[in-house]
């Protein structure tokens, strides 16, 4: 790590990233599986409403596709700021 | 060849498999023991994760509460697979930066406190024990089928043999036996699966499905229901 603003700016996007994620792993998980279940129930997704396909389903997709967006985001971040392994 | 020496034989080459793995990996040093020296292959590193994921509580009562519990117990579902991402963005990697073995060492270190340090290791306590008796219980229940004992004996059979392999062979030891185990366990929640969607679709070689074959109640062996041979 070069100087203190970098380490500032590093640690800035490095917990922008996973604000973000965190948002869209709460919406997908608690909120579309459960709280906005029954506004959405009149959506089907392969014989069920979407929200019961959120819980069952489509959260533990978007789960996996975060983590793996996180690692590729995360290693961008650590190379554009000269930490990368 | 009856069912009992098949399991023997199944059972017994599945422990010599782990006990090679093991004895392969034993660890010499510290770092070797807890880490396996950050030697292990992401793809590996995964696979074990996931055989973690499909151990024996999910394996025999995750299936159980979905059938039963449906929509309600899909907390289930998102809070074990929910609990990865957390893992993933907020503890995994500070943990491989900061070069320490375990979360408690970590956060003892990271937080300059030994008050912290202890909230971590009675946290880690309060869930290696929970995840541990519910793993126990599923190794007992297993075990006693196959084995056709008690449960007691089963569980201790099962914990001696998880306990050698894990002494011995360390991180890494524990790592490529869960490899190993990976591949069982996916094969195992395949085949089922792939067979029951194609006997409720009626899609899998019809006249076969109408002819009833597939719906032929399975003959249950006695020394199953009555459990213990020993």
């Known amino acids: ?85 | 060849m009856d069912q009992f020496t098949l399991n023997l034989i199944v059972i017994g080459a599945s422990f010599a498999l782990y006990f090679g793995i093991a004895f392969w990996a034993r660890a010499g040093s510290t770092a070797e023991f807890y880490a396996a020296n950050q030697g292990v292959p992401p793809v590996m590193n995964g696979m074990a994760t996931a055989a973690d994921w499909m151990s024996a509580a999910s394996f025999i009562s995750m299936a159980g509460l979905i059938a039963f519990g449906g929509y309600n117990n899909s907390v289930f579902l998102m809070g074990w697979t929910g609990g990865y991402v957390l893992l993933a963005l907020l503890l995994a990697p500070y943990l491989r930066k900061f070069g320490k073995f375990t979360v408690p060492e970590f956060v003892g270190d990271r937080f300059y406190s030994t008050g912290a340090r202890l909230v971590a290791v009675i946290c880690l306590l309060v869930i290696s024990i929970t995840y541990v008796i519910g793993q126990m219980v599923g190794v007992g229940v297993t075990f006693a089928r196959f084995l056709e004992v008690s449960t007691t004996t089963g569980l201790l059979i099962g914990s001696a043999v998880v306990f050698a392999y894990a002494v011995f062979g360390g991180m890494k030891g524990i790592t490529y036996t869960q490899v190993a185990q990976y591949i069982v366990l996916i094969i195992a929640y395949t085949i089922p699966a792939i067979f029951i969607s194609l006997n409720l679709t009626g899609n899998f070689c019809r006249s076969w499905a109408s002819s009833g074959a597939m719906r032929r109640p399975v003959a249950i062996p006695t020394s199953w229901t009555s459990l213990t041979r020993w």
């Open chain 1, 1 to 85: 790590m070069a100087d203190k603003s970098s380490a500032g700016a590093y640690w800035a996007a490095n917990v922008r990233v996973i604000a973000i994620s965190m948002a869209i792993w709460f919406a997908c998980s608690f909120g579309l599986g459960i709280l906005l279940r029954p506004a959405l129930s009149g959506i089907h997704v392969g014989g069920a409403d979407i929200g019961f396909w959120f819980a069952q389903n489509g959260s533990i997709y978007v789960f996996l596709i975060l983590i793996f967006v996180y690692a590729k985001v995360m290693n961008g971040i650590d190379r554009a700021h000269g930490v990368e392994e």
